[in-house]
């Protein structure tokens, strides 16, 4: 983050394709604009942009009072989801006699396009642009170049025939706008390139591609399903009352998870005063399904393992292969969140499996508590993680 007198030399200058003022402090969309240009980094100047809160066009301070709360809406920018991928991005509060200053420094993204609510931002010089077909073909030609994670590296083995466009049709209208689809004259393959699930340069889906929209993933990655059991007791080693490998595209087998906890969570009537009485579930679903979504979201598809599901009488296990991924820790995991597919935690969150980034666990743990079961219990390895919920007392 810039020093006072960084800041202060960066005060002299008009805005620019790095720096973007305003006096504004609740203009949400005008935010996250700046931040996904920032990130898209068009001209690739591969240094930070920022967002300078408070300043007037002349690069006059406007004499805001930074609050906490103006700090913790623009650090939301990142967690809120609606700019994918993800930005890095940092906030400071700068104090001059004049009135404060908010700044947001928006690191370049390793995986452009970066896009909010399904534009892609740029900068062109110091005003806010979308981009055209050309300057998005630009920005992903330069995310191949700096491919990091499984997700978005190449299939090579697979062609667009084993893709269900239909599917990626119906997605594409659910996280692109209506006029940039109506406008749009590109081939197939470079409108799935510009959402990372194709590899132009190697003209064939990335593996993000073959997990959302294959017709067969696990020809390609064979340990990409559920293995779900319902035993009659608590013990593994009993006869289960019904069980399936959950397989296909994630789109499916998603649903299909939602459908077996819709019809698997029982609820009994409850007194909660003497007159009135309330239904109250043995597992909150909301919970249940945060946990079970975190599973198919971070778990390693390089694994021949599959995602495991197990629902006792007492309890209901979740195992995900690979453990714990970039800076999460045992110790940190409840307020720490690192990305090891970045795309299908994209896709998601688009289509609302995933409420916000970085806050699934605590949201399970209260739901929990506020239903009156114990709370989910963790166990990591360097291979597994695996979740325990416990069922909620009689």
């Not at 396009?113 to 055209?132: D, F, L």
């Not at 073909?137 to 083995?157: G, K, M, T, Y």
């Not at 009993?238 to 087998?253: H, M, N």
Request: glycine share 6%; proline share 7%; aromatic share 8%.
């Amino acid at each position: 983050m810039l020093t006072d007198e960084q800041l202060k030399v960066m005060l002299a200058y008009i805005e620019s394709d790095r720096i973007e003022h305003t006096i504004s402090t609740k203009d949400t969309d005008k935010f996250s604009e700046a931040v996904c240009a920032f990130a898209n980094d068009l001209p690739n100047h591969r240094q930070p942009g920022y967002l300078l809160v408070g300043v007037k066009n002349d690069g006059g301070l406007s004499g805001l009072k930074v609050t906490d709360q103006l700090l913790q809406n623009l650090a939301d920018l990142r967690s809120a989801g609606n700019i994918q991928p993800l930005p890095v991005l940092s906030v400071a509060k700068f104090s001059f006699p004049e009135g404060d200053v908010a700044v947001v420094e928006v690191l370049p993204s390793d995986l452009p396009p970066v896009r909010y609510k399904g534009q892609v931002c740029i900068r062109v010089g110091p005003r806010k642009a979308i981009a055209s077909e050309q300057e998005e073909r630009i920005l992903s030609e330069r995310r191949v170049a700096s491919i990091r994670s499984f997700d978005v590296s190449p299939c090579p083995e697979a062609s667009l025939d084993d893709l269900a466009l239909g599917i990626f049709e119906a997605y594409r209208r659910e996280v692109v706008t209506p006029d940039i689809i109506q406008s749009n004259h590109r081939p197939i393959e470079e409108q799935l390139a510009s959402l990372r699930f194709f590899d132009l340069r190697r003209g064939c889906p990335t593996f993000a591609g073959i997990l959302l929209f294959g017709n067969n993933p696990r020809f390609y990655l064979p340990g990409a399903y559920v293995q779900y059991l319902r035993l009659p007791g608590t013990e593994l080693t009993e006869i289960p009352e019904d069980q399936a490998e959950i397989s296909g595209d994630l789109l499916y087998v998603m649903r299909e998870l939602d459908m077996r906890l819709r019809t698997g969570i029982h609820a009994t009537l409850r007194h909660v005063s003497a007159l009135r009485e309330k239904l109250v579930p043995d597992y909150p679903e909301i919970a249940v399904r945060e946990l079970l979504m975190n599973a198919v979201m971070h778990r390693t598809y390089e694994s021949n393992t599959p995602i495991r599901f197990y629902w006792f009488t007492d309890r209901i296990e979740i195992q995900s292969p690979g453990g714990l991924y970039g800076e999460v820790t045992a110790e940190n995991y409840l307020t720490r969140n690192s990305y090891r597919n970045p795309v299908i935690a994209e896709t998601m969150k688009a289509l609302g499996y995933v409420n916000r980034y970085g806050y699934g666990i605590q949201r399970a743990q209260k739901l929990l508590s506020d239903n009156g079961n114990p709370p989910a219990e963790f166990v990591f390895d360097p291979h597994t993680i695996a979740v325990t919920i416990r069922r909620r007392p009689e």
